[in-house]
């Protein structure tokens, strides 16, 4: 599946989707280690969220396009009527250096954009990053932004010549039924991540589960 995006400019209000074909059900292979912090204000207060796809198995390890995204729901995470005056705290990337393919950056950004499936429309909040090797990447959105019912949390590569810092992904397809994982070398059409190529490598310690490698770098 092919989404393509006309666009004036990164920043516009709109976009025109094309869709170039029309599918049933996800095409992706697995989903980006890309994961969202929310924040809900409400009375009582609510403990933060950690929104993501993955099931927390890293099983691939990618650079493939110059950005990298996952597309987020709210309707997946909460029942309605979902919680309002949702923030953006922070977004958790998952990164792994091979010496094969060495990075030649380890500086990258994580977007907040507003859009649809398969298509950011306006940029809300950006910032930067640095890249750590197997470990979670934090970075944290100071004016914590609001984010609409659906949003994309992008990570930009634009300072690499090659996609670098290379991403981990699960190797399970999504479980929503709906493609949540994006790449883009244009940020004009957005693809479905799929196992593909030469920008894709298996990972050797696949089989290590979430909580492992959290206590592995703890």
């Known amino acids: 599946m092919v989404r393509v995006v006309i666009m004036i400019s990164r920043t516009m209000l709109f976009c025109v989707l094309i869709l170039v074909s029309t599918i049933y059900g996800s ?20 403990p933060p969220d950690i929104l993501s796809y ?11 396009g110059t950005y990298r995204a996952v597309w987020f729901g709210l309707s997946d995470f909460y029942t309605s009527p979902y919680p309002y005056n949702t923030q953006l705290f ?20 994580s977007e907040l954009w507003s859009g649809d499936e398969g298509c ?20 944290q959105f100071s004016e914590h932004p609001y984010v609409p019912e659906v949003f994309w949390i992008i990570l ?9 810092p290379s991403s981990i992904s699960d190797g399970t397809q999504p479980f929503s039924g709906t493609d949540h994982s994006y790449f883009s070398n244009d ?6 991540w799929t196992i593909q190529g030469s920008t894709c490598y298996p990972m050797k310690l696949e089989s290590q589960s979430w909580g492992a490698l959290k206590n592995l770098f703890n």
Do not use: K
Not at 54 to 64: E, L, N, R, Y
Not at 121 to 133: L, P, T
Not at 156 to 164: F, K, V
């Open 120 to 139: 950011p429309i306006g940029e809300i909040a950006s910032v930067s990053g640095i890249a750590q090797q197997y470990s979670a990447s934090t970075c």
């Open 54 to 64: 993955d099931d927390g198995s890293p099983s691939w390890i990618t650079w493939a």
């Open 156 to 164: 930009n590569t634009e300072q690499s010549a090659g996609g670098w």
């Open 27 to 46: 095409t992706s292979d697995g989903d980006f280690l890309i994961r969202a912090e929310v924040w809900h204000y409400a009375t009582p207060p609510l």
């Open 90 to 109: 922070s977004s958790e990337m998952w990164f792994y250096h091979l010496s094969e393919f060495p990075w030649d950056t380890s500086e990258y950004s």
């Open 187 to 192: 940020f004009i059409i957005w693809e479905p």
